[in-house]
């Protein structure tokens, strides 16, 4: 994301360091340090700064992110530091966007697009178990997206959804620590390859 308020100021003198917002996850600090490089490769006159920060979305892991907000769970932080000027532009995953920017911010650009599919894994105890299909009746899937128990319940109506938070590495510590009660989780395959 970007502030257009930068780009519109008739007096507006480039800096010779970028400020670039993210989030503290490690993806997200995967994805900003691939962006922040390609940066470097079109303009080696710059510093390009990365200042972390953490959001709603990020502090409460115990709730169903339908349960702690609607908008800009993951972004708003990002949003209010750029509108105060605190960071230049933001780095962020398209999927936690809104649909309709704040005003005065747009999209600058975008990542060649990695992998878009959804991945299946299983927990430990479930070793075997190479696909969804063939987890037993009532088994328990982890997943927060709504999108996702969406289109998993109809496929798979055999089985349970339970909401599973955090980043990818909380997420597997939670699917293989049999307290928890999960069978498997999906996973973005875009995250695992990051």
């Given at each position: 994301?970007?502030?257009?308020?930068?780009?519109?100021?008739?007096?507006?003198?480039?800096?010779?360091?970028?400020?670039?917002?993210?989030?503290?996850?490690?993806?997200?600090?995967?994805?900003?340090?691939?962006?922040?490089?390609?940066?470097?490769?079109?303009?080696?006159?710059?510093?390009?700064?990365?200042?972390?920060?953490?959001?709603?979305?990020?502090k409460?892991?115990?709730?169903?992110?339908?349960?702690?907000?609607?908008?800009?769970?993951?972004?708003?932080?990002?949003?209010?530091?750029?509108?105060?000027?605190?960071?230049d532009?933001?780095?962020?995953?398209?999927?936690?966007?809104?649909?309709?920017l704040?005003?005065?911010?747009?999209?600058?650009?975008?990542l060649?697009?990695?992998?878009?599919?959804?991945?299946?894994?299983?927990?430990?105890?479930?070793?075997?178990?190479?696909?969804?299909?063939?987890?037993?009746?009532?088994?328990?899937?982890?997943?927060?997206?709504?999108?996702?128990?969406?289109?998993?319940?109809?496929?798979?109506?055999?089985?349970?959804?339970?909401?599973?938070?955090?980043?990818?590495?909380?997420?597997?510590?939670?699917?293989?620590?049999?307290?928890?009660?999960?069978?498997?989780?999906?996973?973005?395959?875009?995250?695992?390859?990051?």
């Amino acid at each position: 994301m970007c502030s257009d308020s930068v780009r519109s100021r008739k007096s507006y003198k480039p800096r010779k360091i970028v400020r670039v917002g993210s989030r503290k996850s490690p993806l997200a600090m995967v994805q900003t340090n691939l962006v922040v490089a390609k940066l470097k490769e079109q303009h080696p006159e710059l510093t390009f700064e990365v200042v972390t920060l953490e959001t709603k979305g990020d502090k409460v892991l115990d709730k169903a992110l339908s349960a702690i907000g609607d908008k800009g769970l993951f972004t708003q932080e990002l949003e209010e530091k750029m509108h105060s000027s605190e960071i230049d532009m933001a780095v962020h995953s398209c999927k936690d966007l809104q649909s309709t920017l704040p005003d005065g911010l747009c999209i600058g650009a975008f990542l060649k697009r990695d992998p878009r599919e959804d991945v299946f894994v299983a927990s430990k105890r479930h070793a075997g178990v190479k696909c969804i299909d063939d987890l037993p009746k009532g088994a328990v899937v982890g997943t927060s997206s709504v999108r996702r128990r969406a289109v998993l319940s109809h496929h798979h109506p055999h089985l349970q959804f339970k909401d599973i938070r955090g980043n990818i590495g909380t997420r597997l510590n939670k699917l293989d620590d049999d307290a928890n009660g999960y069978d498997g989780t999906i996973l973005a395959h875009a995250g695992l390859v990051r």
